[in-house]
């Protein structure tokens, strides 16, 4: 998503705790004449996501979009998930969604300009699936977290829309994708893959640009088929 943005003109700011991860990601950003930077943030504190927002606006001046993409999972049974493990995931998936759109929300809503505040959902805030209980529920109130914000702000042209991914194997759900759990999930979506990551940018941008001005509260699934799948 961020290399899609670059490439489509943006100036990105990549936000994390681990400087050479983001490192990686920036020299292919670079490397492909995209402008980028990084900025170290725990997102699921305020005081640290209110130091990133100044810290942008000293340096680029201006935010325009916002992607809330910070997430965790496990795959711990529902009778064995301890309160610390819940809490943790918790406060990553779904804290720091609520505190990224009340900071750069706020930001965006007395600015009068407008932006575009994209969240990061999951099929299984749509539909159940095994084994990642916690996740869910938490994917789950990023959907509503979203859809109220996309009502709350829309006559201020602050649109925030939820983006959906299939299963793109990503390193937070590895752990949980066992041979059986794959030709379940192939068994059930009818391009019959997993989705790569360049394929999120079409969507990306839509939510992002002038493409999509009038698209706001919405769930914008790439998944490959896998929700309108049944038998």
Known sequence: MAAGLAGAGAEVVLVGRNAEKAKIRLDKITAAAGKAYFVSAEASDKVHIQQLLDTVLKRSGRVDIVINGAGVNSAT???EIGEDEYERIMKINIKSVFLGCQVFGKYLVERGEGGSIINLGSMSGLVPLSRVFTYSASK???????????????????????????FFPAE????????????SIMGHTPMKRFGEAGELIGATLLLAGAA???????EIVVDGGYHAMTI
């Open 172 to 183: 937070q759900n590895r752990s949980v994708l066992t041979p059986e759990r794959v030709a």
């Open 77 to 79: 049974p529902f009778i």
């Open 212 to 218: 999509g001005s009038f698209i706001t509260g919405a």
């Open 140 to 166: 789950a109130a990023v959907h509503n977290l979203s859809k109220n914000l996309a009502r709350e702000w829309a006559q201020k042209n602050v649109r925030v829309n939820v983006l959906v991914p299939g």
